[in-house]
């Protein structure tokens, strides 16, 4: 079982930045792929950004590709999402997830692929 618990969210203005972080219990963390997913009102929670278990491979959505990355940090079983020139756009509640898959030799991007999610994190960018 692993628990993920989300922070660093909050208010920030157009262009800024904001790291978000995921903190994972349990010792699987670092042999699961990790993924950030967003979910804005009455839209459908998409796909952000994932790596895999080794970070050795990433994987990022093309409305956030030379923005936002992905580090992990196995030592401290977290992942983070740091976000620079934020758009109104990337206003969502961020939820981070983990593979269901240990060790998955590709980069999990779909929803079904993760069978841990956190709690979520808001983000909202004024313009």
């Known amino acids: 079982q692993v628990q993920l618990v989300e922070s660093g969210g909050g208010l920030v203005q157009a262009g800024g930045s904001l790291r978000l972080s995921c903190a994972a219990s349990g010792r699987t963390f670092s042999s699961l792929a990790m993924g950030w997913f967003r979910q804005a009102p009455g839209k459908e929670r998409e796909f952000v950004a994932a790596i895999n278990w080794s970070g050795g491979s990433l994987s990022y959505a093309d409305s956030v590709k030379g923005r936002f990355t992905i580090p992990r940090d196995n030592a401290k079983n977290t992942v983070y999402l740091q976000t620079n020139s934020l758009k109104p756009e990337d206003a969502a509640v961020y939820y981070c997830?983990?593979?269901?898959?240990?060790?998955?030799?590709?980069?999990?991007?779909?929803?079904?692929?993760?069978?841990?999610w956190g709690q979520g994190t808001q983000v909202t960018v004024s313009s």
């Open positions: 997830a983990a593979d269901r898959t240990w060790r998955r030799s590709v980069v999990a991007t779909t929803l079904r692929e993760y069978a841990y």
